[in-house]
């Protein structure tokens, strides 16, 4: 019978209640502000990081989980007697996370040869960020609690990965220039002209889809997008920061127009926060423009 464990990290944005809730195993980033550091979900909560953004003028910086952290875990689960494990992270383009699990793997099964038969260990490159793959772990987490197989989940959770999209708006600008997300003279016209860009992160790119003028501007344009582009009938997620009426007015828009509500509300913590801004609002969906 197979034991499976799912592990992630805290970038996907799943809550301490799913982590425990669905028996996921989530590694925490840690983040630096101004001398002071914290571990991400642990320290500090969204609130407390959206307020302290706020009156640090530097932008704070986040860490990768390195190399030994992952083979302690695998250590760890293979003792436990898990036969596989599902490990996705963060896009593979942002953080040294992603090659670290896998040199982290490679020396594990150097150490222990023989659990090459006893522990199957997949690593996923999520290719995204936040709920774009927090969302199908936890999906996942419950189709093994239902009896599925493994190798069904590890196809279930590729193939979303392979067509999720996300479009975001963050309502700040200079966090995503800092980041280099956005050239420098593109966010210092924005700021003056009250103009916004639409981002896109789709297979481990951000983009930027179009410009708005104005505020509200911002929920038309991303459900427009949202509502041409998803696979008609699919789950969507809604993602947020620091503005929860944003959150509400385009759940209510998506609702009506989708005719259903989204699978999940997101509220984006440190780790992305850090790199878009204190306000953020956007969706996640599977998209049929990349089939």
Known sequence: MEKIKFVTDSASD????????????????????????YVSRIDISNREFYDLLSRTPELPKTSQIFTFEFVELFE?????????????????EATATLGNAEEALKEFYADHPEAEQLIKIKIIDSRNYTAAYGYPVIEGAKMADRGVAADDIIAYIENWLKKVVIYFVPYTLKYAKKSGRIPGALAIAGEALGIKPVMKIYDHEITNAEMVRGEKKIIPKVVERTVNEIIKGTPYILVYSDNYEDMQTIKREMTMRMGYPPAKIVDVGPIISAHAGPRVIGTVFQSKLTD
């Open 14 to 37: 799943i809550t301490l209640d799913e982590e425990k809730r669905y028996g996921i195993r989530v590694m925490n980033y840690k983040i630096t502000v101004g001398d002071k550091g």
């Open 76 to 92: 760890e689960l293979y003792e436990d007697g898990y036969t596989h494990v599902i490990l996705t992270l963060i896009n593979r």
